[in-house]
């Protein structure tokens, strides 16, 4: 067994005991154990999957010892009780992994060099600099000023530009992310468009250009403990919480990633709940989900909920769903999950059924290059407007999937910050859950591929659309009128689509098409061909595309 150990300096002040993460990601099968119980199992599969086989591991004074069996390779991440507190650092997490997995090798990524790679880190590491104590935080609730907001996977594409515009308009804000989206990108050799700089740099430079502080605690919201004594230092008024495995593609790559997406999103969310319930019970939950819960019911979309009359009788129910992938029924399950403990326990929560976001820039993320958001284009992260910008960009056939009717709700990422902001400003009640239907306008992938197709030609670029075989399972011609006034009547003012913001959006990409793989602008995944056996995204492509 090859070990090396790499410093992470805790804070037996700061955190109390620290808890023990396997990995980056939540055991699979949901039995991990902190190390006060001197338990912990992770895997990955020689796919990069975050599912496989198991091993322990056990907590002997200072260091944490991992325990493999010959198939694995551990990394012990040592930590001391010095009276300072340090973040461990992303490259000290990425140098760790490379040497457990051995040196990379030509066009090749660490987590496909060996049959399994095991790292335990030591979790819940916060920076005392970037995380108030108790103390602070009702000194700053007694001086009235604006909520403060917990944003967990505040690192990610609506969270960081969440994070920054809440706090450029005064509010106290801490993040909350265990950076794992940054690891899928390692693991299906992905790549945002944009080169966005660590999650310590970018913090660090919004406090250099603005004299703000983000709060920082890394750590997965599926470990409670982690969790919670994030919420004990924080002490938080509002939770926005899009921590969740994000992408329809990811989570039906194969069954691997089908039960780690369910598993996350579901056993994360539970978790926040209890946290709120414990730790804050009047804190407000903003909660991101979807416009895909709904499907494309041949009636009119509801925000929430639909009036209903059977048989002489009438009620008021939750507006019936029809997911479209396991990551869709991860948010079903959440907002059932959701509406069951404001009847319970009188949580007050908002559910934001989100359509499909595009662009990049913000006021806050255009201020310095590395504040720049995530810009993605592939087949398993990027979305259709975003896709099409950067495929005319390089000259790529606009992939329209089969008929190209399939019509949803589009918005700005503009919008979505100042939606956020509009929920918090006005919380639901104790007991509530309100459901907003969150986007802007409607358009077809057809409508989007045309509009494209104009702003290109308008810039001297030869655009093209190409129809391809629609890997997913949808209707490609349908109806679609979803209601969405709640958030208007609150004050919401949409950027809408015009020429001039895909004039803007094209010379973006237009900016960066050096750093495009042109190897991953096809679409990677077939709903109808997921299964059991761990793939990479490399050998799907293979079958997807074959008939294009």
Same mark, same amino acid.
């Given at each position: 067994?090859?070990?090396?150990?790499?410093?992470?300096?805790?804070?037996?002040?700061?955190?109390?005991?620290?808890?023990?993460?396997?990995?980056?990601?939540?055991? *699979?099968? $949901?039995?991990?154990?902190?190390?006060?119980?001197?338990?912990?199992?992770?895997?990955?599969?020689?796919?990069?999957?975050?599912?496989?086989?198991?091993?322990?591991?056990?907590? /002997?004074?200072?260091?944490?010892?991992?325990?493999?069996?010959?198939?694995?390779?551990?990394?012990?991440?040592?930590?001391?009780?010095?009276?300072?507190?340090?973040?461990?650092?992303?490259?000290?997490?990425?140098?760790?992994?490379?040497?457990?997995?051995?040196?990379?090798?030509?066009?090749?990524?660490?987590?496909?060099?060996?049959?399994?790679?095991?790292?335990?880190?030591?979790?819940?590491?916060?920076?005392?600099?970037?995380?108030?104590?108790?103390?602070?935080?009702?000194?700053?609730?007694?001086?009235? /000023?604006?909520?403060?907001?917990?944003?967990?996977?505040?690192?990610?594409?609506?969270?960081?530009?969440?994070?920054?515009?809440?706090?450029?308009?005064?509010?106290?804000?801490?993040?909350?992310?265990?950076?794992?989206?940054?690891? #899928?990108? &390692?693991?299906?050799?992905?790549?945002?468009?944009?080169?966005?700089?660590?999650?310590?740099?970018?913090? *660090?430079?919004?406090?250099?250009?603005?004299?703000?502080?983000?709060?920082?605690?890394?750590?997965?919201?599926?470990? #409670?403990?982690?969790?919670? /004594?994030? #919420?004990?230092?924080?002490?938080?008024?509002?939770?926005?919480?899009?921590? &969740?495995?994000?992408?329809?593609?990811?989570?039906?790559?194969?069954?691997?990633?089908?039960?780690?997406?369910?598993?996350?999103?579901?056993?994360?969310?539970? !978790?926040?709940?209890?946290?709120?319930?414990?730790?804050?019970?009047?804190?407000?939950?903003?909660?991101?989900?979807?416009?895909?819960?709904?499907?494309?019911?041949?009636?009119?979309?509801?925000?929430?909920?639909?009036?209903?009359?059977?048989?002489?009788?009438?009620?008021?129910?939750?507006?019936?769903?029809?997911?479209?992938?396991?990551?869709?029924?991860?948010?079903?399950?959440?907002?059932? !999950?959701? *509406?069951?403990?404001?009847?319970?326990? $009188?949580?007050?929560?908002?559910?934001?059924?989100?359509?499909?976001?595009?662009?990049?820039?913000?006021?806050?993320?255009?201020?310095?290059?590395?504040?720049?958001?995530?810009?993605?284009?592939?087949?398993?992260?990027?979305?259709?407007?975003?896709?099409?910008?950067?495929?005319?960009?390089?000259?790529?056939?606009?992939?329209?999937?089969?008929?190209?009717?399939?019509?949803?709700?589009?918005?700005?990422?503009?919008?979505?910050?100042?939606?956020?902001?509009?929920?918090?400003?006005?919380?639901?009640?104790?007991?509530?859950?309100?459901?907003?239907?969150?986007?802007?306008?409607? #358009?077809?992938?057809?409508?989007?591929?045309?509009?494209?197709?104009?702003?290109?030609?308008?810039?001297?670029?030869?655009?093209?659309?190409?129809?391809?075989?629609?890997?997913?399972?949808?209707?490609?011609?349908?109806?679609?009128?979803?209601?969405?006034?709640?958030?208007?009547?609150?004050?919401?003012?949409?950027?809408?689509?015009?020429?001039?913001?895909?004039?803007?959006?094209?010379?973006?990409?237009?900016?960066?098409?050096?750093?495009?793989?042109?190897?991953?602008?096809?679409?990677?995944?077939?709903?109808?061909?997921?299964?059991?056996?761990?793939?990479?995204?490399?050998?799907?492509?293979?079958?997807?595309?074959?008939?294009?």
């Amino acid at each position: 067994m090859a070990a090396m150990a790499a410093a992470a300096a805790t804070s037996s002040a700061g955190l109390g005991a620290a808890t023990c993460q396997a990995s980056l990601l939540q055991p *699979a099968n $949901g039995r991990g154990r902190s190390w006060r119980q001197r338990r912990a199992f992770c895997s990955w599969s020689a796919a990069g999957s975050p599912l496989g086989g198991r091993c322990s591991s056990r907590r /002997d004074s200072n260091e944490l010892f991992s325990t493999c069996s010959s198939k694995h390779r551990a990394v012990s991440l040592s930590s001391s009780s010095s009276s300072s507190s340090s973040i461990l650092s992303e490259g000290t997490v990425w140098r760790a992994l490379a040497m457990a997995a051995g040196k990379k090798g030509k066009g090749g990524n660490p987590w496909r060099r060996s049959r399994h790679v095991c790292i335990v880190l030591a979790a819940a590491t916060v920076d005392k600099s970037t995380a108030p104590t108790h103390a602070a935080a009702a000194a700053s609730n007694s001086g009235g /000023d604006k909520p403060r907001v917990m944003v967990i996977g505040g690192d990610g594409y609506c969270g960081w530009a969440t994070s920054l515009h809440l706090s450029n308009r005064g509010y106290e804000v801490a993040i909350v992310d265990s950076l794992v989206r940054r690891l #899928f990108d &390692e693991q299906l050799g992905t790549d945002t468009l944009t080169p966005i700089s660590s999650v310590h740099k970018r913090v *660090a430079k919004w406090k250099e250009l603005t004299g703000k502080q983000l709060g920082l605690y890394l750590g997965d919201v599926c470990d #409670f403990e982690f969790l919670a /004594d994030a #919420f004990e230092k924080f002490q938080p008024d509002a939770v926005v919480h899009f921590g &969740e495995q994000r992408s329809a593609p990811y989570s039906m790559i194969d069954r691997s990633r089908a039960v780690y997406t369910q598993q996350n999103n579901v056993c994360g969310t539970l !978790n926040v709940m209890f946290a709120i319930k414990e730790f804050a019970p009047s804190c407000h939950l903003v909660k991101l989900g979807t416009m895909g819960e709904y499907g494309t019911p041949n009636i009119d979309i509801e925000e929430g909920y639909i009036k209903i009359e059977h048989n002489g009788r009438s009620d008021v129910l939750p507006f019936p769903k029809q997911a479209g992938s396991f990551y869709h029924l991860s948010k079903v399950h959440d907002s059932h !999950n959701i *509406a069951f403990a404001c009847r319970a326990w $009188g949580l007050r929560a908002t559910d934001l059924n989100q359509g499909v976001v595009y662009g990049v820039r913000t006021e806050e993320t255009a201020m310095d290059e590395m504040l720049i958001n995530r810009f993605d284009y592939d087949g398993v992260w990027g979305t259709a407007l975003n896709r099409f910008c950067v495929q005319a960009a390089v000259g790529h056939p606009l992939t329209v999937y089969g008929k190209g009717g399939q019509t949803r709700g589009y918005l700005d990422i503009r919008d979505t910050v100042q939606c956020v902001e509009l929920a918090i400003a006005t919380p639901a009640k104790e007991g509530e859950m309100r459901v907003f239907n969150q986007f802007t306008e409607l #358009f077809s992938v057809r409508d989007l591929a045309r509009l494209v197709t104009e702003a290109g030609e308008k810039l001297g670029l030869s655009v093209v659309t190409k129809n391809v075989p629609n890997p997913r399972v949808e209707a490609e011609e349908h109806y679609y009128n979803p209601t969405h006034t709640k958030l208007i009547d609150l004050g919401l003012k949409p950027h809408l689509m015009s020429q001039s913001l895909l004039d803007s959006l094209l010379n973006f990409t237009l900016q960066y098409k050096d750093r495009v793989d042109y190897k991953q602008i096809m679409p990677a995944v077939s709903w109808k061909k997921v299964g059991v056996k761990p793939i990479t995204v490399a050998e799907s492509t293979v079958s997807v595309t074959s008939a294009v």
